[in-house]
């Protein structure tokens, strides 16, 4: 990824020191767009413009481009067929929640929303510009990618001898699982300060409310939160695309066989590639679990929402970034936007995607992304040519 | 430089492999003829780790024992395999399927200095060097499949099929190519159904008939003998 990149610049030629440079500043700058965001667009779309909706949207928009995005490093890029992804949100949107609704508690005797002006969609709030708070949620948000990361983990053992078909009822599994133990297994969220106070931290991460959802969450999602994670994603996923590391995931999907013939590590690449990308999805999904005017349930996060994801990656074209960021932007959009239609709309969100996948069977773009002109072949005729397409 | 004692394959309940041996010396082109499911092409995945050999099987490379080690590992010793049917990586470059070759080496130079090498081995990979490998034709993708493989720099290389459905100009290429690896210093063996051709160019030969070695020898004195010209090169002596 990005260090096996700088390692191999710094074989180049260019000193160390600026290939580190070169490794760690365009996180730096992911974190000043992040700030952007979060200080000049969203006053200016809430306040300057009341578009309170449109705000909303893209907020949305960002959860899904980094769902759709870490998927892609599976689905896309290695070729594994998973369709569990929203599993490992559950998890993280769960574990994340815990942290700061009972680590709200512990630490200010309420779980109201404390953070500073980044980790807020409020406005005209005074707010100073940090608080322990935002700490809290980003320690929250990385704990839920952890554990969904080891539950990638567990799920991508079974791929090292399940393919196709066999692999994706593997993972669907999984998926029911989850929501099936989330919904059942777990107790009703607590919220007398005294109790909390006394109960073991073991036993409140048991009580997430179970069928009835985790309430009372403090909305922390912000632009900033969730363009930092996005940002950080499509950077981590470009990385891997064009470094050694990536063209062997995609060599996985192209010709396993080969792929190991040529010396590829192929169980511990998939491996790696479930982990990396269940890490993403549970940061997406703790984002999801504090966004405004979301019920964290289980029930939401089950093969529907999977299968949303799938789409999404499908329709953007299996193994291209901008691709699966361009239909994540669509399909997040284009429920919204045929709301006029009412009750027709989910049969013409349908039609629209058979439609799609008619045209273009390979998705948007293909392996492609969409600066490459290769992306584009087919709209000037060239996808005639035989196996142009691909 | 490998050796080779009663190898036995089974895929499920089917035997594949019923015990083989062989020898492959330092330097040489060794061909492995037979027909169709006779276990040509189980032998090499079981040399190069792809498929799990049975217990009692005794693969020995360099001194070393490969049976049953994982194909990553077999690799980086330089024994490496051109897999049968190309199995290029279709939506990549020529550039990336070579650079996927390269993939156990980190000696940038190195990488460098073969990609040259095996660019003027396959002049015509030049000449597509940016064009994606599944548009090529399916010469020029065995070409390149052979040319991945030497970009691992292998001492020993194993090829199966490489005359798998090219026409018969294309063949007489891959073949005077597969002498030019040879002298170079790589050591071969080739797996082929093309029994005329892959006597020509390697110096011993095995025959396998259904998971068994029938036949060994020179591979002038195998081409020579009726039983091979009646069986494998069609001609009725």
């Known amino acids: 990824m990005a260090w096996s990149l700088s390692s191999r610049a710094s074989q180049l030629g260019p000193p160390a020191a600026w290939s580190l440079v070169r490794g760690v500043l365009p996180f730096l700058a992911c974190v000043a767009v992040a700030i ?29 481009i980094v769902l759709a995005v870490s998927l892609t490093l599976v689905n896309g890029f290695t070729g594994q067929f998973s369709i569990g992804h929203a599993a490992f949100m559950a998890v993280g949107g769960y574990t994340a929640a815990a942290i700061v609704y009972y680590g709200s508690y512990r630490i200010a005797g309420n779980p109201d929303l404390a953070g500073g002006v980044l980790s807020s969609m409020l406005v005209g709030r005074e707010a100073p510009w940090f608080t322990p708070h935002d700490l809290l949620f980003l320690v929250a948000m990385l704990a839920g990618g952890v554990v969904a990361a080891l539950c990638g983990y567990l799920v991508g053992l079974p791929s090292l001898r399940l393919k196709g078909d066999y692999l994706a009822i593997v993972t669907l599994g999984f998926g029911e699982i989850v929501r099936v133990l989330i919904q059942s297994q777990t107790g009703d969220v607590l919220y007398d300060p005294e109790e909390i106070a006394q109960t073991p931290a073991w036993k409140l991460a048991g009580s997430l409310g179970g069928s009835l959802g985790f309430s009372g969450l403090p909305f922390y999602t912000s632009f900033f939160w969730v363009y930092l994670l996005v940002l ?9 695309k064009n470094s050694s590391y990536g063209r062997a995931l995609i060599s996985i999907r192209e010709d396993e066989i080969a792929s190991e013939a040529m010396g590829v590590d192929t169980t511990r690449f998939k491996i790696r590639a479930f982990v990396l990308s269940a890490f993403l999805a549970g940061c997406a999904g703790a984002l999801f679990a504090h966004t405004v005017g979301v019920q964290l349930n289980a029930a939401e996060l089950g093969f529907v929402k999977s299968f949303d994801i799938i789409i999404m990656v499908v329709l953007g074209g299996l193994g291209s970034i901008s691709g699966a960021v361009i239909a994540a932007i669509i399909l997040t959009i284009l429920p919204e936007a045929l709301r006029g239609v009412a009750e027709y709309r989910m049969v013409a969100y349908a039609v629209a995607l058979i439609v799609m996948m008619l045209v273009r069977p390979k998705g948007l773009l293909g392996v492609h992304e969409v600066w490459e002109r290769a992306a584009w072949d087919w709209l000037l005729g060239a996808s005639k040519r035989k196996g142009a397409g691909r | 430089m490998l050796e080779v004692e009663s190898l036995a394959v089974s895929y499920g309940a089917i035997k594949a492999l019923h015990g083989i041996g062989l020898r492959v010396g330092r330097g040489e082109i060794v061909t492995l003829i037979g027909s169709n499911g006779a276990g040509k092409s189980t032998t090499l995945r079981a040399i190069s780790g792809l498929v799990r050999p049975a217990a009692g099987s005794k693969i020995v490379y360099d001194g070393t024992s490969i049976a049953s080690r994982p194909p990553h590992e077999i690799v980086r010793m330089g024994l490496v395999q051109s897999p049968e049917g190309r199995g290029v990586f279709p939506n990549m470059t020529v550039e990336e399927n070579l650079e996927l070759g390269a993939y156990v080496r980190s000696d940038r130079d190195g990488i460098d200095a073969d990609r040259e090498k095996a660019l003027s081995l396959f002049p015509r990979l030049k000449e597509r060097f940016r064009q994606s490998a599944g548009t090529l034709s399916g010469g020029e993708q065995q070409m390149l499949a052979m040319a991945r493989a030497l970009m691992a720099r292998p001492r020993l290389l194993l090829l199966d099929e490489p005359s798998l459905g090219l026409a018969p100009q294309i063949v007489q290429v891959i073949f005077r190519i597969i002498r030019e690896i040879n002298a170079g210093g790589t050591t071969i063996l080739l797996v082929e159904q093309n029994a005329h051709m892959a006597l020509k160019v390697a110096h011993r030969a095995y025959v396998l008939e259904v998971g068994r070695i029938v036949m060994e020898g020179p591979a002038a004195e195998l081409a020579a ?7 494998y090169m069609g001609r009725h002596a």
């Open chain 2, 225 to 231: 003998s009726d039983q091979v010209k009646n069986a």
């Open chain 1, 36 to 64: 952007l965001a979060q200080v000049i667009l969203k006053p200016f779309l809430i306040t300057t413009l009341g578009w309170d909706f449109a705000a909303k949207m893209i907020v949305d928009v960002g959860i899904n």
């Open chain 1, 232 to 240: 950080v994603t499509l950077l981590l996923a470009w990385r891997i």
